[in-house]
């Protein structure tokens, strides 16, 4: 499905490859706040020197800078956010809004995030939790009011929960969402849970016993979103602002779908990956908490950063420190409560995302507070940004 395109798992692989903690005498300089000098260099490195291919025996390597990658991966546009230390050290665009623009990429142009979308929906609903109008371990039906899960075979002892929503084991269909056209009619919610037009995906139901395995759904997160809808009887947008995004400070970031015209001006284009652009220069995603927000790589950043402080109980402004810890704990295989973990890298969260003609990928290390936030405007940008990453790993010594 174009939405997901079952990349993410490999983008996590990739970034997990990079145990964040730092090598013992390699620590990093300074951040840029006190030692800027240092920080432009690193910047200039990285941009001068992504990648280098192998030519052939006798021949020296190929050496891409940045542009010149995004030129071979037909990417337009590109930003990204740094972590060192737990703050953002840099933040930086590149290359133009879409294809044929000559608007450039800054610091603050909106992506899609796709199913980075997933961890800020589930910090959210385990603040809900955490106010006593969600429970994590009851059968969701207990609270949904607008739809219900349809009980069968599966459902006889084993129940659909909140934990198992957020950890890819309820047990639930439907992958991910292709969302839909600027100019195609959009289902309701329950229209997607039941399959029926205009909805463009399957019926969402359970075909095996929840709890027993990790199967990705984006099909559960969406049910997710209805629980947090009907458990506070808020849309889910304002919901989000007011709970997650704006605790935190991510000013630019909405799960508004379609967005009001003030940010649509600010937005990325997408790109499939032939280097044409996405009609109506994105798709509309009613499957907000999967794939519907909007964001910046510093908005991520600032996400990840009170993740990993709020796993510390030095930063709660969502959660409090044994949420934060429960989030981070896997629930079954590698899955947490909204984050993929790594378990051989202790402390290490993230995730990928992917919509059409946009990718991106967060990672951070709650222990070593080191972390990298990438979007794109293509459905290659994960490719670019596992260089990106790579590169940025070998400059900042993560190991």
Do not use: C
Not at 250 to 271: F, K, N, V
Not at 308 to 322: C, D, F, I, M, Y
Not at 331 to 349: H, I, R, Y
Not at 367 to 389: C, H, K, P, R, T
């Amino acid at each position: 499905m174009p939405s997901v395109k079952n990349t993410f798992r490999f983008v996590l692989a990739a970034a997990f490859l990079i145990s964040v903690t730092p090598r013992m005498g390699a620590r990093t300089s300074a951040p840029s706040a006190t030692n800027p000098d240092a920080q432009g260099a690193r910047i200039q490195r990285i941009e001068a020197a992504v990648v280098d291919l192998p030519m052939g025996a006798n021949q020296p390597p190929l050496r891409l800078d940045l542009q010149k990658l995004m030129e071979l991966y037909k990417v337009p546009g590109l930003s990204f956010a740094v972590i060192d230390d737990f703050q953002i050290v840099w933040a930086k665009g590149y290359g133009v809004i879409e294809t044929g623009s000559a608007t450039p990429v800054t610091a603050t142009t909106l992506f899609q995030a796709g199913s980075i979308s997933k961890p800020v929906a589930a910090t959210g609903a385990l603040f809900l939790v955490e106010q006593g109008q969600l429970s994590l371990d009851e059968d969701v039906n207990q609270k949904l009011k607008t739809w219900r899960v349809p009980e069968n075979e599966f459902t006889k002892d084993q129940k659909v929960t909140l934990r198992r929503l957020m950890s890819h084991s309820a047990g639930l269909t439907v992958h991910g969402f292709p969302g839909y056209d600027v100019d195609a009619p959009l289902p309701t919610l329950v229209q997607i849970f039941n399959g029926e037009k205009p909805a463009n995906t399957a019926p969402i139901r359970v075909d095996f016993v929840p709890g027993t395995q990790v199967r990705y759904s984006g099909g559960g997160v969406t049910i997710e979103q209805q629980l947090m809808m009907d458990a506070t009887a808020k849309p889910f947008p304002a919901l989000l602002r007011q709970i997650v995004l704006s605790k935190i400070g991510m000013t630019d970031s909405s799960y508004e779908q379609p967005l009001p015209p003030a940010l649509a001006a600010r937005t990325a284009g997408g790109t499939y990956a032939d280097g044409k652009p996405v009609h109506g220069r994105w798709h509309i995603y009613p499957e907000m908490a999967a794939a519907g927000l909007w964001t910046t790589p510093t908005d991520l950043g600032k996400f990840a950063i009170e993740i990993a402080l709020s796993k510390h109980g030095k930063s709660n402004r969502v959660l409090s420190e044994q949420m934060t810890r429960e989030m981070l704990t896997p629930v079954l295989d590698e899955a947490g409560l909204g984050f993929f973990l790594d378990k051989e890298n202790p402390g290490q969260f993230g995730h990928g995302g992917a919509d059409e003609g946009f990718q991106a990928l967060l990672t951070m290390n709650a222990e070593s507070g080191q972390g990298l936030a990438i979007m794109a405007d293509s459905d290659n940008g994960i490719a670019v940004g596992n260089l990106v990453l790579l590169r940025v790993a070998k400059e900042y010594g993560w190991n």
